[in-house]
């Protein structure tokens, strides 16, 4: 069964820095894909970058990067400049290709100080 | 656009008693979900649907029913609640036009059984 473990249940960042998130993933499939979701206070879940798992290239979305190193089934977010609007719960998640389970991890809470 | 929605946003039950969470999307997608969100558990799926008239049992199937007898809706049933229910429901589709495709979540029901 697929699973995704996420290490860190709490993170802070002061505003401006870089704040790295990790993630990591357990699957058999060769062709899956990967995002991460940010739910801040409102509770709504939004997509912040995705990946699949047959690029090499590391997927960015402006201050957001992912650190995807396939091998070690390892996609980590990286937030650059952070903002206090990053402030949120960030979750990892997976998809094999071919289901339709979208597998969460348990999320990592940000906090980021002014 | 209003995307995903949810209704109701909160509840509130006594043990036994029923009820039915709707699910309504406007992007003509095939692909519905419906998870629970518990503190430090992350979202975990309890039913999918991959279109109109079938549905599929998730990793916590166990006391819900579900129904999408249209594109549009998917219904989550709740036949005799219990306090072990207590949590944040979310409602999420996708289009399976292309495999890498987002889900689109709504904003999710509070569901407290007392």
């Known amino acids: 069964a697929q699973t995704v473990t996420q290490s860190q249940p709490e993170m802070s960042v002061q505003e401006a820095e870089t704040v790295t998130l990790s993630c990591t993933y357990d699957?058999?499939?060769?062709?899956?894909?990967l995002f991460w979701y940010k739910q801040p206070p409102s509770r709504q879940m939004i997509l912040v970058i995705r990946?699949?798992?047959?690029?090499?290239q590391n997927a960015t979305e402006n201050r957001f990067s992912v650190n995807f190193q396939k091998a070690a089934k390892s996609f980590s977010l990286k937030i650059s400049d952070s903002q206090l609007g990053d402030t949120a719960m960030y979750f990892c998640?997976?998809?094999?290709?071919?289901?339709?389970?979208?597998?969460f991890g348990k999320g990592t809470k940000l906090t980021v100080n002014p | 656009n209003a995307g995903v929605t949810q209704t109701p946003k909160f509840r509130v039950l006594k043990t036994g008693q029923s009820m039915t969470l709707l699910c309504a999307q406007d992007?003509?997608?095939?692909?519905m979900y419906w998870y629970r969100q518990d503190p430090g558990m992350g979202l975990r799926l309890i039913h999918y649907?991959?279109?109109?008239?079938?549905?599929a049992k998730g990793e916590v199937p166990d006391g819900y029913n579900v129904s999408r007898l249209k594109k549009q809706n998917f219904l989550l049933g709740l036949e005799s609640a219990a306090p072990s229910q207590t949590s944040v429901y979310f409602c999420?589709?996708?289009?399976?036009?292309?495999?890498?495709?987002?889900?689109?979540f709504g904003q999710g029901t509070r569901l407290t059984v007392v």
């Open positions: 999420a589709s996708r289009t399976g036009t292309h495999t890498n495709t987002e889900a689109f």
């Open positions: 699957t058999s499939e060769n062709n899956y894909y």
């Open positions: 990946q699949e798992a047959y690029k090499q």
């Open positions: 998640a997976a998809r094999q290709g071919g289901s339709e389970k979208l597998v």
């Open positions: 992007m003509n997608h095939e692909y």
């Open positions: 649907s991959v279109g109109e008239g079938t549905t």
